[in-house]
């Protein structure tokens, strides 16, 4: 069965300085997405970045990056710079792709909670 | 106007009080889902459904029901409530992984339940 972990309940940053959240996961389909979103206090989901399993680069957007280590099948989030309102949750989640597509279900971790401070 | 919207917002019951959470959307998407989120376990799938004739039960379906009365909308029941589903619920919407897609799920601003 798949399956997301995040062992960082919270974390510190100070602000400009870059901060890797981690996540690792579990799938025996060889066909997989793997998300990050961002959560702020005001708790909207907002979608951060996207990775596929067969995607030879990482992926990133602006200040985000993602750590895609397939052997070890971790999928880190790399925030740049980090910025005051980049204080908030942070969930991994996983897609198996199945056969043709068809499942789509995102499976997410527990969150880290991340503070930047000034 | 948000894709995704969510009514009520937040809600507050008693014990054994039927409840529905309503989601609607206009994104055009077929597959639509909800989630419930409690601190330090995530979001945790409920159903999800991927045409009007299609509804799966997730990971935590128990106490719950679901009703696809349209492709825009996706409505979820709590026919007795109890205390341990306050929580706060999500409603999300897909489209199929495709060359212009990736998949990911668009949320609804949540509604937050408390149970009393």
């Known amino acids: 069965a798949q399956k997301i ?16 959240l981690d996540c690792t996961y579990d799938t025996s389909d060889p066909s997989y997405g793997l998300f990050w979103y961002k959560q702020p206090s005001s708790g909207e989901m907002i979608f951060l970045i996207y990775q596929g399993s067969y995607d030879q680069q990482n992926a990133t957007e602006g200040r985000y990056s993602l750590n895609f280590q397939k052997a070890r099948k971790s999928a880190n989030l790399v925030i740049s710079a980090s910025q005051l309102g980049d204080s908030a949750m942070y969930f991994c989640a996983m897609r198996e792709l199945g056969y043709g597509g068809a499942t789509n279900k995102l ?10 401070q000034p | ?101 990736d998949g990911e799920l668009f949320f609804g601003e949540g509604s937050r339940l408390t149970v009393l």
């Open chain 1, 107 to 116: 499976i997410f971790g527990t969150g880290t909670l991340l503070a930047v």
């Open chain 2, 1 to 101: 106007d948000a894709d995704v919207t969510q009514t009520p917002r937040n809600r507050i019951t008693k014990t054994g009080k039927r409840i529905m959470l309503e989601c609607s959307q206009t994104k055009g998407h077929d597959r639509m889902y909800w989630y419930r989120q409690d601190p330090g376990l995530g979001l945790r799938l409920i159903y999800y459904s991927f045409d009007v004739k299609d509804i799966n039960k997730g990971e935590i379906s128990d106490g719950y029901s679901v009703s696809r009365q349209a492709q825009a909308k996706f409505s979820l029941s709590l026919e007795s409530a109890i205390p341990n589903q306050t929580a706060l619920y999500f409603c999300a919407t897909s489209d199929l992984p495709s060359g212009s897609s």
């Open chain 1, 5 to 20: 972990t995040q062992t960082q309940p919270g974390m510190f940053v100070q602000e400009k300085e870059a901060v890797t």
